[in-house]
């Protein structure tokens, strides 16, 4: 093997023509020919061959012989040819004639490779301007293709294409789509974007819907860059039912992010009507580290969520949140706009725009002996559209216009010893400073304030147990005295209709979920807590729970599992493993050991599947307007069959009325060089949706395209 470096230098770029010497601006850069043997035939002729190799300027190129033709700028390359630029495009060829730079010339049985998926391969190839690639008769693909396959499962057969490396597009002309060699698509002009590409102005991968509401029609994305920083997206959506166009606008700003989803609908479910909706989401950050966040949700009417298949939400809640995180500190205000779409409730008569701010400090002063004070200030006001005072003739017991807003102020101590024995001991002492404001209500008083103080004690004694292969075992018995003085107040219950008795709240003072409501009196907590770490990676965790207070509270519903002076039992386990299995539950159960609230999941994830599944039990509680026990399973998971296939399935079923309430079956395809998503769905009448619907979604994306996405990890083997 003979490497030139000073004469390949010399006779391919160091020493140019005079006239390409007077118009270069800058200096050649420096380029290598390695080759077996090397022939010099005059001072403007070289050839190599034999294992040749030639790298200038990112390029690396491969072939069998070489003969480079300094009085013409030429040189001539015999196969097989390979040429990678700098971009990691691929060309090959059986002959070329190039320029010395490789930017112009022609290419016999020309193939280029587009960042290692799209494939061209032509009868020839020339190269222009260093920035242009126009292959001639071409069939395009991103299949493997093996020798003995006839044809690939997808292919783009055109007269033309020309490649344009600095805007990275391709141009077809004549294009003709062919599925397994059947053409089904023909195209005098195309445009797509290549493989590195990763935004630009065109359709997206389309979309075939068909619903028993709104017939089937053909969903076309198109995508338009408003600059580096933002898009819009624009779908029309088209069927004999319906006239719809969707819009998605992003926009990334340097302290934050806005997107914004929306729909405007013209359709036969109601004529002369104009239906829609649009979400807003917003992330930014502001001065002095504050966030603010906001989470707009607007529809037209309330059932054009569910007609389109949009979103299964019952109640739209908009808010705005202003907040910062600090070292001990914390402070936010959010405001907040709920709207309705069950038909069984009146927005006017339902809390529609509420307003909460607050700020919470914790404090470690050394000079009172320790422990940690915390401070907390909060405020939170209501509003509903209606003005009566009274509450009419409706399905609720609430006043229908009550106006409310409240201030509380909170001030604690908190401090934990260890005693004897491993026993550990904690204290808490309160101050809570309340003050209610109610207005357009003629069943309360219109102000009402409190003072209200309260202390706990608790014990714990942890017990814990290692084992001689790594096991460990805590187990660790709680009790807590509380008391809470003062009383009830003749404030309205506008805010605390819906507690929860768990884990979290077990050893609280007052758990109710909001400020308008205290529990008061003596009250006793007692609580176990097992969990077990094995050797082998498994884990597994229980708690039990009671409360016994003097005196019942009548705000807590039967449901609540906090209602007379004893407590259910709160009961919870979980248990994970290695892998991927979770399975978690907790409930109240009476002294007759019959559960008042249920819940449970399990969860199993791993290298082929990924699945979930849920339990939900509530009683009947006439006190949360529910007359019926409410019993669901959910399940859903994704089913990784193969490489290349993937199913999915969702199911929903309402055991109180022994039905399902919505079922749901996924099918995937992919491979290096198409994407194929089918999926079914059947949403069956019930109390939010009136109307029972099945839909339809297919969708087919090539991939090798921008517009396709990429998929070289699925790429299949030939086999020899």
């Known amino acids: ?19 390409m010497a007077q118009q270069a601006s ?19 002729r070289l050839i190599a061959t034999g294992n040749v190799e030639a790298l200038y300027d990112g390029s690396h190129l491969t072939a069998t012989r070489i003969i480079y033709d300094r009085s013409t ?6 196969g097989p040819i390979r040429i990678v630029d700098a971009q990691g495009t691929v060309l090959t060829a059986d002959y070329a004639t190039l320029d010395q730079e490789f930017k112009n010339g022609l290419l016999k049985g020309a193939r280029m490779v587009l960042d290692q998926q799209l494939q061209l391969a032509s009868v020839e190839a020339r190269r222009a301007a260093g920035r242009y690639t126009q292959l001639s008769r071409v069939a395009v693909t991103s299949c493997q293709v093996c020798d003995d396959q006839a044809s690939p499962l997808w292919q783009i057969r055109a007269s033309r294409v020309v490649h344009d490396e600095v805007e990275r597009q391709l141009y077809f002309d004549n294009a003709q789509l062919s599925v397994l060699d059947v053409p089904i698509l023909y195209l005098p002009y195309m445009r797509l974007p290549d493989p590195t590409l990763k935004r630009a102005r065109g359709f997206l991968v389309p979309s075939v819907r068909s619903s028993t509401l709104l017939g089937t029609g053909v969903r076309i994305p198109y995508f338009i860059p408003i600059g580096d920083h933002k898009d819009l997206t624009i779908t029309p959506f088209l069927t004999p039912v319906t006239r719809t166009l969707e819009f998605r606008y992003r926009q990334a700003f340097a302290n934050g992010d806005l997107t914004l989803t929306a729909a405007a609908s013209s359709d036969s479910l109601q004529p002369d009507t104009f239906r829609g909706y649009i979400f807003a989401n917003g992330d930014f950050d502001v001065p002095r580290d504050f966030k603010l966040r906001f989470d707009i949700n607007a529809v037209l009417d309330a059932s054009y969520l569910n007609d389109y298949n949009i979103s299964d939400q019952d109640r739209l809640r908009s808010t705005i949140t202003l907040d910062r995180v600090r070292p001990l500190q914390y402070t936010w205000a959010e405001l907040t706009h709920y709207e309705s779409l069950r038909a069984q409730e009146d927005n006017d008569t339902q809390p529609a725009i509420a307003i909460s701010f607050g700020h919470e400090e914790r404090l470690f002063p050394s000079l009172l002996g320790g422990g940690e004070f915390r401070l907390s200030a909060q405020g939170h006001a209501h509003h509903r559209y209606s003005s009566i005072a009274t509450d009419s003739d409706d399905a609720d017991t609430d006043v229908d216009g009550r106006d409310v807003a409240r201030f509380n102020g909170e001030v604690s101590w908190h401090d934990q010893w260890g005693l004897f024995a491993g026993i550990r001991a904690g204290a808490s002492a309160h101050l809570w400073l309340d003050y209610y404001l109610t207005e357009q209500d003629d069943t309360s008083d219109s102000r009402v304030s409190s003072a209200t103080p309260g202390v706990a004690v608790d014990l714990r004694w942890p017990f814990q147990r290692s084992g001689t292969s790594g096991s460990r075992t805590l187990i660790e018995p709680i009790v807590q005295y509380g008391w809470v003085g003062g009383s009830r107040q003749a404030n309205p219950n506008d805010e605390s209709t819906r507690v929860e008795f768990d884990e979290g709240n077990l050893l609280s003072l007052s758990r109710f ?12 907590v007692a609580g176990l807590r097992w969990l077990h770490q094995s050797n082998t990676g498994w884990t597994a965790a229980a708690s039990i729970g009671r ?4 005196t019942h509270d009548d705000d807590f519903t039967r449901s609540s599992g906090l209602e007379g002076k004893t407590s259910d039992w709160l009961v919870s386990g979980r248990y994970t493993h290695p892998s991927g299995l ?24 791993n290298d082929r599947l990924d699945l979930t599944a849920s339990y939900l039990l509530l009683v009947a509680d006439s006190e949360e307007y529910r007359d019926t026990a409410q019993s669901e399973w959910t399940f859903d998971t994704t089913v990784r069959m193969s490489t290349h296939w993937n199913s999915s399935y969702e199911a929903r079923y309402d055991l109180a009325d022994q039905r399902l309430d919505r079922l749901g079956l996924g099918l ?9 998503d089918l999926k079914a769905t059947r949403k069956y009448a019930s109390a939010t949706n009136l109307e029972p619907s099945t839909d339809f979604d297919l969708t087919v994306a090539l991939k090798g395209f921008s517009t396709g996405g990429s998929a070289k990890e699925y790429r299949r083997t030939c086999a020899h």
């Open 1 to 19: 093997m003979m490497r030139l470096s000073a004469l390949a230098l010399c006779l391919m770029l160091a020493n140019p023509t005079p006239s």
């Open 26 to 44: 800058e200096p050649s850069k420096p380029a290598l020919l390695v080759a077996d043997n090397v022939l010099v035939e005059s001072k403007d």
């Open 73 to 78: 700028d030429t040189i001539e390359i015999e």
């Open 513 to 524: 979920p909001a400020a308008d409501r205290r529990e008061h009196g003596h009250q006793v």
């Open 547 to 550: 409360v016994w207070r003097n």
């Open 582 to 605: 979770t399975l978690s539950a907790r409930g109240l159960l009476d002294d007759t050991a019959r559960p008042t609230k249920a819940e449970g999941s399990a969860t199993w994830s």
């Open 668 to 676: 995937q395809y992919r491979n290096e060089c198409v994407q194929v």
